[in-house]
């Protein structure tokens, strides 16, 4: 990876898939595990004001549904780190496997989740048919979504800084 502001925002322009037509619609706008809940064996989402961060005006905005889907798949990197910490703390000497299995989980629980989702999806026009479609417009929501929680922590919480930054590798490594 390089740290060339211009490579890098070419690097992101490269996410966009070169003539893709998707609806714009309504979406949560801050969609993450927290905000989802299991109630009577069904979900319900929770707190659609979007980000705190962003402007009203943005926030009512219809936008690309994969910017909550990229919310999702990134909360499963802060719903692992939540399980290594608390491991960290309470049981130091079970770091090392506890880490083998979180990274496990959190791979395949992406997976599933992004199954689901196009099955779910399948034939909706805001959601690109073309996978490797699909698949280059996450890795920008994700992307966007790791420098909003850089953001986050750095002003919030920035012993938790190694999550934001670990997503912002992972999003150019996948490049």
Not at 17 to 38: F, M, N, S, V, Y
Not at 87 to 99: D, K, N, S, W
Not at 146 to 174: K, Q, T
Request: aromatic share 8%; hydrophobic share 40%; with cysteine.
């Amino acid at each position: 990876m390089t740290a060339h502001p211009a490579l890098l925002i070419k690097t992101m322009r490269a996410m966009i898939p070169a003539g893709i037509e998707l609806l714009k619609t309504r979406h949560h706008g801050d969609l993450h595990l927290g905000q989802i809940l299991l109630v009577a064996n069904d979900f319900v989402f929770i707190d659609f004001e979007g980000e705190p961060a962003r402007p009203l005006s943005e926030r009512i905005a219809r936008h690309c549904p994969l910017r909550d889907v990229a919310g999702v798949v990134r909360s499963f990197s802060y719903a692992a780190e939540t399980a290594r910490r608390k491991v960290r703390q309470e049981r130091p000497e079970a770091l090392a496997a506890m880490t083998v299995y979180t990274r496990e989980w959190e791979k395949l629980s992406r997976a599933r989740f992004l199954r689901g989702y196009l099955e779910a999806t399948a034939g909706c026009p805001s959601v690109p048919v073309n996978r490797e479609h699909f698949d280059s417009i996450l890795a920008l929501l994700c992307l966007e979504k790791a420098l909003y929680e850089f953001s986050y922590e750095l002003n919030n919480r920035p012993d938790w800084l190694e999550i934001p930054v670990c997503g912002l590798i992972e999003c150019f490594d996948h490049r």
